[in-house]
């Protein structure tokens, strides 16, 4: 069997294993968000582009409903990441650093997540892979025209729906073209606009949302960097981010890929091939880390730039371990804890086994834990307040990662209606998240669009709607809210909307003898509004 060979059976075992894991763990609260998008498919949302959504309404149509059926995708998606970085560094330098490239990637804790869950982000490096390969291919035939030139706009565009991090390709591209004398005659080509025109046609979309919602978007990418924040360096801030970059890519790989951005820098000037790959990683690298002067932001945010850099890595260490042992050593640890790494970031339950008291406030996978279990007490505790009441009582979580979690594994869901979430969260006079472009308990309807027997205690209809005039169905009415903060009591949203408030259940979820989380559950009896 050859190292070619190998390397796909590799890939294929690794693949199908992702895909049978998925189906066995519980979903990531963002996981159970972006499914709730899939259910009320639109052209963009509050926070990203419809990728994501997209990807999972497909899933969950083929496999229905599950967890395999929200994640079906994302191993796939893994899988051809790796195909095409092994084709890719197999152009440039050989089949040998081809290989190693797609193991490599394989070993890094982030993708490895990547690939299980379904999130933005198995999308957004498919595409930006895809983006840098075609892009070299379209350069390579260059002056002359060739499809790859619309191709690189296709999935640059696809990428951008995916995340919008992913337009930073065009900024590298543009950079790259400016820096490389013989390069520079492509902006006066086709090639280049066409490529440009079909990018900027996977913007409009959001744009067009955007437009109609006072541009929500932009503002929270604002808050989201931390840009509406007075000009300070926070070196504890970057001092986190860093940290978190040698854990989330392994502490002896993240290592090799800072001394290959070393290593290239010093042959970019005069070798193509580091100038190119670099163009795609530097600029992502130098956005985040200058964000993560005033505060520190998600690692996976860079991720897409560790793409070209890992190409270059692999091909400068391959270079190095041909003739040093000591290279070929530190490459061999690189990797091996790099497994490691990632088989604890998956399951830290591996080192509790073995003694570790590790705690589930510092495990990243505890977020994906428990969640059908507490939806199962939550409907018990729901049962027995209503038999109590005598009526039937509608949810609220104290934000969209509680209530999405929760409903997803509701067996009862009981939705209010068509275009009700089944779980709310608090009212609000900010938009907060999706949550506040579907329907509200805390809104008012036009009484002609209300049903009958849910608007009799309004009195009759107006001709004319006006918000005046308009209909609270969920007025008089009581509810559960649901936190997991250690909240004594309701927050002034919940405490100012209902007549009366109180603690009634708290459930307490433990894993291996360690506390894994709690959930404090109020009654609120008949919800009034809050003044405005």
Known sequence: ??????????????????????????????????????????????????????????????????EFGVRFLSPLFGLGTSLLLFSF??????????????????????????????????????????????????????????????????????????????AMQLLSIVLLLAITPKHRREFRHAGFWSMLGVALLGALPPVIWNARHDWVTFFHLVARGGLQKRATIDLAETGKFLAVHFGVYSPLIFAGLLAAVWWGWKGARHQWKPRFLLAFALPLFALYFGLALKEAGEANW?????????????????ERAERSVRARRFAGAALACGLVCSLLILNLDVARALGVPWPYRLDPGARMRGWRMAATKLEQVRANFEATLGAPVFLIANEHEVASSLAFYLKDKRPEGPGY?????????????????????????????????????????????????????????????????????????????????EMIACIDQTRRGLPLRQLRIFACRRYRSLPL
């Open 421 to 501: 979430p089944p779980i709310f969260i608090p009212e609000s006079q900010e938009i907060q998240d999706q949550f506040s472009f579907w329907h509200r308990y805390d809104e008012f309807l036009d009484p002609k669009e209300v049903p009958a027997s849910r608007s009799q205690v309004h009195g009759e209809r107006d001709e004319y709607y006006t918000e005046e005039g308009g209909v609270n169905v969920f007025l008089g009415r009581s509810a559960l809210y649901i936190t997991d903060r250690p909240e004594e009591k309701a927050p002034t949203a919940i405490k100012g909307g209902f007549e009366q408030v």
């Open 302 to 318: 860079t991720a897409p730039g560790a793409i070209s850099l890992g190409v270059l890595a692999v091909a400068l260490w391959h």
């Open 1 to 66: 069997m050859t190292a070619r060979q190998r390397l796909f059976v590799f890939l294929g075992v690794l693949t199908v294993l992702r895909l049978v894991v998925a189906s066995q763990i519980e979903l990531f609260p963002d996981e159970s968000y972006y499914f709730m998008w899939s259910e009320r498919m639109d052209v963009s949302y509050f926070s990203k582009g419809p990728g994501v959504a997209a990807a999972i309404w497909l899933g969950t149509h083929l496999f229905g409903v599950s």
């Open 89 to 166: 560094g197999r152009r440039l330098y050989g089949e040998s650093v081809g290989i190693w490239t797609a193991v490599m990637i394989n070993l890094l804790p982030i993708f490895n997540v990547g690939s299980l869950v379904m999130t933005i982000d198995p999308l957004s490096i498919f595409f930006w892979t895809a983006a840098l390969y075609t892009f070299w291919l379209a350069l390579e035939r260059s002056p002359d025209f060739s499809k790859w030139w619309p191709a690189t706009g296709a999935l640059i565009g696809l990428g951008f729906l995916s995340k919008y991090t992913n």
